[in-house]
């Protein structure tokens, strides 16, 4: 099993790679996937 935090940024990756509508979302989600991985 996954951790959590390791998980958040392989989805981020997968997001952040497929540039759709979702660009803002996934400019949200970058900087809650980035302090999750610092912090963890």
Request: proline residues 2%.
């Amino acid at each position: 099993m996954l951790p959590r935090a390791l998980f958040i940024c392989i989805r981020a990756n997968v997001m952040k790679s497929t540039q759709t509508k979702m660009i803002a979302i996934t400019k949200k989600t970058e900087i809650l996937v980035i302090k999750e991985c610092f912090i963890r």
